[in-house]
């Protein structure tokens, strides 16, 4: 019994990869370039906790968990500010690289 809530409990590994796919495809050829570089590309754990150290006023480094945490949520924010910053640039009918 206790297996049986423990194999439902867990995604079937499977189905992760396939959804992505199917996710993938449905993306423009342009949304498929900017999350090939969005999982490509990495924020420096060193310079995110610069930014902690400065924002909180201490020397003392986060812990590494935290700057991986962070790094993290950084390159989802980011990625999300490009994504936006795209569709405002189609409406205003541009193309072509963002510009500040």
């Known amino acids: 019994e206790r297996k049986e809530k423990e194999e ?3 995604p079937n590994s499977l189905e992760e990869p396939e959804r992505m796919k199917e996710i ?9 370039k900017r999350y090939e570089a969005f999982r490509s590309s990495v924020i420096s754990k ?8 400065t924002v909180l006023g201490t020397t ?10 962070l790094a993290g949520i ?6 999300q500010l490009v994504e936006e910053a795209k569709i405002i640039q189609e409406e205003a009918g541009e193309d072509g690289p963002l510009q500040p």
């Open 74 to 79: 950084t390159k989802v924010y980011v990625g």
């Open 46 to 53: 060193h310079k995110v906790a610069k930014v902690y150290q």
């Open 8 to 10: 439902h409990d867990q």
């Open 24 to 32: 993938y495809k449905s993306m423009s050829v342009s949304q498929q």
């Open 60 to 69: 003392v480094p986060p812990p590494k968990t935290l700057k991986m945490l």
